[in-house]
């Protein structure tokens, strides 16, 4: 009875563990959406990857600077832009 009551205890305490390492895991989508981000002339988005919950779109101009684009993959929402320019080191 004893190792039942442990072996509950585990899989609670590892269920809680999984839940906080994935916050957003266990919300249903709120939704559709439907948003325009404008890119500079001649922008082209070159590639999207995820960073926590958060969606970044890789953007490149021509003769300009590359750029990420912030988004909020819940709601379409412009976060934040960071720009590259060329030629500029550490």
């Not at 021509?62 to 412009?78: M, Q």
């Amino acid at each position: 009875m004893g190792l039942l009551i442990v072996a509950g205890f585990v899989v609670i305490a590892a269920e809680i563990a999984r839940r906080m390492s994935t916050p957003n895991a266990g919300r249903p989508p709120t939704g559709t959406f439907s948003e325009r981000i404008a890119l500079p002339s001649g922008g082209r988005v070159v590639s999207m990857t995820t960073a926590g919950d958060r969606l970044v779109v890789h953007v490149e101009t021509p003769g300009g600077p590359s750029a990420a684009y912030l988004v909020d993959p819940r709601n379409g929402a412009l976060l934040g832009i960071v720009e590259f320019p060329p030629g500029i080191g550490r």
